[in-house]
């Protein structure tokens, strides 16, 4: 008895650590964020950070208004915000180049990159 009693506790300990594992983030896997407020212009951003959640809250944090929200979140690559006189968009890349390369295209004339970030 005392024998099957170590066994099912064993394998619930065994059970408890597989699934801790799966919920852990990928070794070296890093988060970043971008939060923006539009009517002010105001832009943070986070790089790096441990968690999606750490990242999101500094973004807003550096965005300095009540009123930010993330607009992007990225993990392995790059985001980047472009704003122009009547809109933004944030696009993602592999590069800090390419977001925003992408960013300005879809943008357009008279746009300019308000915030980038790149994560490790």
Not at 39 to 56: F, I, L, M, Q, V
Not at 76 to 101: D, I, N, S, Y
Not at 103 to 115: D, H, M, P, R
Request: charged share 20%; net charge positive; aromatic share 6%.
């Amino acid at each position: 008895m005392k024998l099957a009693i170590s066994l099912l506790l064993l394998g619930i300990a065994f059970a408890a650590q597989a699934a801790d594992k799966e919920r852990a983030p990928t070794r070296n896997q890093f988060y970043g964020a971008i939060a923006y407020h539009a009517p002010t212009n105001n832009a943070g951003w986070a790089t790096d950070r441990k968690s999606s959640r750490e990242a999101r809250l500094e973004a807003l944090k550096q965005c300095g208004h009540e009123s930010c929200v993330v607009v992007a979140t990225v993990t392995r690559g790059c985001a980047a915000l472009a704003r122009g006189p009547k809109q933004t968009f944030v696009q993602k890349g592999t590069t800090q180049q390419e977001a925003q390369t992408k960013a300005l295209g879809k943008c357009g004339k008279g746009c300019e990159i308000a915030a980038w970030v790149c994560t490790k």
